[in-house]
């Protein structure tokens, strides 16, 4: 074998203290470098999985329908893997049903194949032939005449409201009839697990197109997965222009890209460079693996040096002998490979596992989280490629070559007899520094060294063994130094992170305690909620009020002379710290708008309350001149987001009583296909909020209006079938004295009386502060176990270090003993040198900590830097960080308790040979 | 044959007024199968002498010529491989490697060539220093003329042109001192070693056919002795 290899591999076995340390190193620098690696690389396969699942595998599609005499020219493209096909909406009018239509589009194999339609079979099977339909569970629960396997026979046509069609989607509107222009004959092969509100007046059914027999002669959306996606938008543009589709005015054909599936492969759109990011999963998993390495190198490489150190004489000796420098720095080199080797698998294979089991227990087997975007987590592949693996094996394979370099080349260059002395360069460079300094003097010119030095801040707090120890503590600085680092890394992680942490958490709760309602109910419904129900919900006790209403956020174009001057001077904006302001332009300034349509209670309340006189209020319920009134006030000086935007609480526009203002559809200036408009009359400015809490984004505007106006309103709106246009709001404010959860459940079962549970939803801000908690509270365990881990290396590192250094000073403790130091002198020195060794780190990371802390008071706007210290969980963490500095003490503690009882003759005879 | 020759041999520490010659200007040769025992005081630049001469440190100046090859300046790799084969260098504290076991000790400087050595040898090695039933042991297990004996097998591996010993028997009692110094008589006469030796021990100087004294870096006396 190697004798470098032969040479390292019995110094490992000979010095199991300082090979610990290395190996716990090394291993948890691979499992860290594998669990980000796995965390990257199964976020990419989670978010692809969900996108294929949830919005179908494919690249691009035409955003026109293609009629089907065109499909071919598609088809028969080499560059077309797959075509996707869903027909027009139809309708099929029903007799003696609650609902009066199946609404039915059908797919082709392709499309069942692709997209996620298949994964709402509930039971039965999911159609394979022409005619076939798989139809949703309502069909079933409010028909119980129908079951699976039924053949209906029924009128196919279009639902017609004023000689205008009906889009797909449109709720039940009074007028409306059926324009009959066929027959479909339907056969029920399987049940949709989906539900309709109340008021959608179909059920909703996929069927299958047969391409054994001709296409149905209807239009078709088309969806295309390609054969070399890397040239979807080269590919896209020419094949729309096949099929005579022409660009818009700005040169943009009608295609839209599954951009988010694309990006994932590192597909981007070429006229859009502002998206040439790269994916942020590379980022994070480059980024992330780059940090560990550096952070290890450091840490190792002081384990290194000590354990170089230790072995200095021996490979003087070598060296004197014949080895070459290149077999030193082999022998140093083939320690950490050999720790490696040990322990690198195990580290990868534990990230690996760490982050699979952090994922379910954080994330469960939920079907549906926030924190992963509703991806199926059952879905995820059970392992990495074992490419990945063996990078991240090469990661940590290379942070312990980079660590162990620097000291395997300083000892290469060593002459022998420095080495076999035990002399190093640096240390007579420091020697002639201190010649040179005039500290010391050689005794050859004459000169003397000064007889006492001042004493330092040990010696005055402990007496003479204070300053042995500082003495002795200094003289081995350099083998504490990973130690210090870790225990100082591990606290001021733990006070930092936590701390930030915190504050998120303390801002977010601060936040919602400024919402005006507490609680609030969303109803899917045209209709008003019955009154009935209303009278019940506001008998709930510790309700302090409850505001009925429906909202829509649309959009208004303005000048900029209609920008009001106060609001100009206060910076306009400009004021926006965040830069959000930034999508706002001055000179042609297009507003959001949220509109809001009150109850008649609520409306007539608001209008007393800002002293809205009674003809004004007559004008707004007008039907020939629709009316509304403007809150002239930017949506960030609301007191809940004022400390997050800090916007100034002025006038927003010009616009005075009488004025007259186009409310759009289009909720930002460049939107397209959302044309709906109406023109209104400003009957009333005021400065007040409805007391109604949305998103609230710092430079939207609020407009109110009654209930009946905003139904009416809604009609011009072109995406009528929006579910969200026809929510109801109740919206509900309770005291201090009303506990949430029984407020919500006590609600819950109130409207559980009037509507199906899939046309209601209660929320409370308790909700939102627990899924934001649960988020926190899982990073926070994250960097809690991280900050563990630091502490962890950092003791193996102290017990390594400190009797690593005990074990080589024996002499200089024997000298001291033989001298007349007591062993309780001795041990009174060691608990003094453990004292000094945490005290730095520990000051300097609980600066750092605190600095944190400071600093995250400040980024989270809301909470004060009492409150954030108060709400930190501080015996926890006062506990561990105490454990950590006293493993310290106790090694010290042990270790000096073995040399103070060592005998005094026999130990000097060994040491001095 | 000349196999030695030190040239205006110079070792300096420190500069200016700080600076200390440890050898000053030393002018010596020696001839193949030479055994000479170098003496002087503390601090007269004996063990400099010996570990320039051994290529394990570098002169501030002047010239050591080994078997007709300068050292000095020599590049470290190739001076390394110098030091395997053409030197065997013998401390007084033995520095054995304490993890490796007598044979692997012994079998050092080849298997940093990458070579073992002939077991004909090998055996003729160990048992003429007595250490063949010893070969599994580590250094520990060793008592200290055991140990030495290992060192000087160490040297004698390569039968290297030159041995060097500084104070090989300062750390042993004197059965061991002199069992050494048999052992040391036993490589010149019997593989015409050239041997320098630095010794305190009057006895053992006397051993030598020369003795060279040092003085505060200088070369002060060479004498043949009556052996």
């Known amino acids: ?102 609404t039915i589009s059908r797919l082709n194999q392709e499309w069942w194949d692709s997209m996620p339609n298949k994964s709402l079979l509930k039971e039965g099977r999911i159609p394979q032939k022409n005619g076939e339909i798989m139809i949703n569970t309502q069909f079933f629960t409010e028909n119980t005449q129908y079951q699976v396997g039924d053949t209906l026979t029924l009128p196919a046509g279009m639902r017609v409201l004023d000689g205008k069609t009906l889009e797909y989607g449109t709720m039940g509107l009074p007028g409306e009839t059926f324009a009959p222009s066929g027959e479909m004959k ?20 996929y069927g299958y197109i047969d391409r054994s027999e001709p296409f149905p002669d209807t239009n078709y959306k088309v969806r295309l997965r390609l054969s070399h996606p890397r040239m979807a938008y080269e590919i896209m543009p020419q094949i729309a222009e096949n099929l005579n589709l022409h660009p818009d005015a700005d040169g943009a054909w009608p295609v839209s890209y599954h951009e988010n599936l694309l990006e994932l492969y590192g597909i981007k759109d070429p006229a859009q460079p502002e998206s040439s990011e790269p994916s942020p999963y590379l980022v994070f998993g480059i980024l992330g693996t780059l940090g560990v390495i550096l952070l290890f190198v450091i840490i190792i490489y002081n384990a290194f040096s000590v354990t170089a150190r230790s072995q200095l004489r021996q490979l003087g000796i070598l060296k004197s002998i014949g080895a070459s420098p290149g077999q030193i720095r082999a022998s140093v080199l083939w320690q950490g490979l050999l720790c490696a080797l040990l322990t690198v698998p195990a580290g990868i294979l534990c990230g690996f596992f760490l982050i699979k089991g952090l994922i379910w227990s954080v994330a469960g087997s939920r079907t549906s989280t926030d924190l992963y975007s509703g991806s199926d987590l059952t879905a995820i592949p059970a392992s990495v490629p074992w490419q990945l693996l063996l990078l991240c094996a090469a990661a940590a394979v290379l942070t312990v070559l980079l660590s162990a370099w620097g ?46 030095r001042k004493p330092r801040l040990a010696a005055r707090l402990f007496g003479y063994t204070g300053e042995l120890a500082e003495n002795t503590l200094n003289t081995g600085k350099k083998a504490y130094r990973a130690t210090s680092l870790c225990i100082g890394l591990c606290i001021t992680l733990m006070i930092g992170a936590v701390g930030m942490l915190s504050a998120a958490s303390l801002s977010n709760r601060i936040e919602l305690s400024y919402f005006w309602q507490n609680q609030k109910i969303m109803l899917s419904t045209v209709q008003d909620p019955p009154q009935e129900m209303l009278e019940e919900l506001k008998n709930l006790p510790g309700l302090k009020s409850q505001t009925v209403y429906r909202r829509v956020l649309s959009g208004i174009s303005l000048t900029k002379e209609q920008l009001h001057p ?120 005021t400065d007040t909020y409805a007391g109604i809490d949305d998103d609230a984004y710092p430079f939207n505007l609020e407009i109110l209006t009654t209930m009946d106006h905003y139904r009416h309103m809604m009609n011009s709106y072109t995406m009528q079938g929006t579910v969200d246009q026809y929510t109801c709001y109740i919206g509900q404010s309770f005291d201090e004295t009303a506990g949430l959860q029984e407020t919500k459940e006590q609600a819950e079962k109130i409207v559980s009386r009037w509507y199906g549970e899939q046309d209601y939803l209660v929320r409370t801000v308790q909700d939102e502060h627990t899924e934001f908690d649960e988020a926190i509270n899982a990073t926070k365990t994250l960097a809690v176990i991280f900050s563990l881990f630091m502490g962890v290396i950092g003791v193996s590192g102290a017990f390594s270090a400190v009797s690593g250094s005990i074990a080589a000073r024996r002499k200089q403790f024997v000298i001291l003993r033989s001298a007349g130091l007591s062993p309780e002198e001795l041990m009174r020195m060691f608990r003094i040198e453990s004292l000094l060794l945490i005290l730095t780190p ?34 926890l963490m006062l506990a561990l960080i105490f454990l950590i500095l006293g493993s310290v003490f106790v090694t010290y503690t042990l270790c000096g308790r073995i040399v103070s009882r060592e005998p005094i003759v026999e130990t000097l005879r060994k040491e001095l040979g | 044959m000349e196999i030695l020759k030190c040239k205006e041999l110079t070792k300096t520490y420190g500069t200016g007024e700080n600076a200390v010659h440890a050898l000053d200007h030393v002018n010596f040769r020696a001839d193949s199968g030479e055994f000479i025992a170098i003496v002087g005081a503390s601090g007269s630049g004996k063990s400099t002498l010996l570990h320039l001469i051994g290529g394990v440190d570098s002169p501030t100046s002047g010239q050591v010529i080994i078997d007709g090859t300068d050292i000095v300046g020599m590049p470290e790799r190739k001076l390394s491989v110098f030091r395997r084969r053409k030197v065997g260098l013998i401390y007084q504290f033995y520095n054995l490697i304490p993890t490796m ?90 593989y015409n070693q050239t041997i320098l030796l630095i010794t305190h021990d009057e ?17 002060m006396k060479d004498e043949v002795t009556d052996r």
């Open chain 1, 186 to 205: 339907v056969t029920i092969t399987g049940i949709m697990d989906m539900e309709g509100v109340s008021d959608y007046p179909c059920y909703t059914a």
């Open chain 2, 101 to 190: 076991n007598v044979l692997e000790n012994i079998m050092l400087p080849m298997r940093l060539d990458g070579r073992l050595p002939e077991k004909e040898e090998l055996a003729e090695l160990t048992d003429t220093l007595g250490l063949t039933d010893r070969l599994r042991a580590y250094p520990g297990e060793l008592s200290g003329g055991q140990q030495q004996r290992v060192a000087i097998a160490r040297s004698l591996i390569y039968r290297p042109a030159i041995l060097l010993a500084d104070e090989p028997t300062g750390n042993l009692d004197r059965k061991n001192s002199e069992e050494t110094m048999a052992l040391f008589r036993l490589c010149n006469q019997k």
């Open chain 1, 407 to 452: 000291p395997a080349r300083r000892l290469a260059k060593l002459t022998p007899i420095e080495a076999v002395k035990e002399t190093s360069p640096a240390h007579r460079k420091e020697g002639i520094k201190k010649i040179k300094s005039g500290k010391i003097r050689s005794r050859k010119s004459g000169a003397k060294k000064p007889a006492f």
């Open chain 1, 566 to 685: 106060d609001f100009i001077s206060a910076g306009g904006f400009a004021q926006e710290s965040q830069g959000l302001g930034d999508y706002y332009d001055e000179q042609t300034p297009f507003l959001p708008v949220m509109l809001v349509g009150l109850s008649p209670e609520d409306f007539a309340a608001y209008c007393e309350a800002n002293q809205i006189p009674p003809d004004v209020i007559q004008n707004i319920r007008d039907e020939q001149n629709p009316s509304v009134i403007l809150v002239n006030r930017p949506d960030g000086s609301r007191r809940a987001t004022w400390d997050k935007y800090q916007i100034a609480d002025t006038p927003y526009l010009s616009l005075l009583p009488g004025d007259r203002i186009d409310i759009t559809e289009k909720t930002s200036a460049d939107q397209e296909g959302a044309d709906g408009k109406n023109t209104v009359t400003i009957a009333a400015v």
């Open chain 2, 203 to 219: 006895n053992a100087a006397l051993q030598a056919g020369r003795i060279i004294t040092i003085e505060d870096g200088k070369l």
């Open chain 1, 1 to 102: 074998m190697n004798t470098s290899l032969t040479y390292a591999w019995s110094q490992l076995k000979a010095s199991k203290k300082s090979a610990l340390f290395l190996l716990l190193s090394i291993f948890l620098s691979s499992m860290l470098i594998a669990a980000v690696c796995t965390e990257a690389f199964l976020g990419w396969q989670r978010e692809g999985s969900y996108l294929r699942q949830k919005a179908g595998d494919y690249h691009a599609s035409l955003r026109e329908t293609i009629p089907r005499d065109s499909l071919p020219l598609i088809g028969e493209n080499p560059e077309v893997e797959a075509m996707l096909l869903q027909t027009d909406w139809e309708y099929l009018k029903l007799k003696d049903t609650k609902r009066a239509y199946i």
């Open chain 1, 842 to 875: 520990a000051l300097i990371s609980a600066v750092l900590g605190l600095f944190t802390i400071l600093l995250s008071a400040k980024l989270f706007y809301y909470p004060t830097v009492t409150g954030l210290l108060a709400s930190m969980p501080w015996p």
